[in-house]
């Protein structure tokens, strides 16, 4: 028979034995116990004890914690170098192609 070996709601470990095995508790007295189960037990399931079940646990995704009033601030004189930045360099384009027009105009060579 196959026995996970259970402390605190979490396998950690899987046993073939005859006999229901023992382990003594961890290092803080919690008790490690047997629950008969099949091959599709592994360790690091967790064990629901009320419903006798094992299930893959999945880790909840951490929360996204919320900027600062000082990330908040950073961004956005981020964002506004950044859009001053575009400006400037729309400007000088913009300046660049009416030099080119102007001496298209005149006839002259660049």
């Given at each position: 028979m196959l026995y996970?070996?259970?402390?605190?709601?979490?396998?950690?470990?899987i046993v073939g034995s005859n006999v229901i095995p023992e382990y003594p508790p961890d290092a803080n007295n919690n008790a490690v116990f047997a629950v008969n189960c099949d091959e599709d037990v592994a360790i690091g399931m967790h064990y629901d004890k009320q419903?006798?079940?094992?299930?893959?646990y999945a880790e909840p995704?951490?929360?996204?914690?919320?900027?600062t009033d000082l990330e908040l601030?950073?961004?956005?004189?981020?964002?506004?170098?950044?859009?001053?930045?575009v400006i400037q360099q729309n400007q000088e384009l913009l300046a660049q192609?009416?030099?080119?027009?102007?001496?298209?105009?005149l006839g002259g060579d660049r």
């Open positions: 996970a070996m259970v402390l605190k709601n979490r396998v950690i470990d419903n006798k079940k094992f299930y893959e995704e951490p929360a996204m914690a919320q900027p601030l950073m961004q956005a004189q981020a964002d506004s170098e950044l859009r001053d930045l192609q009416m030099t080119d027009i102007e001496v298209a105009l």
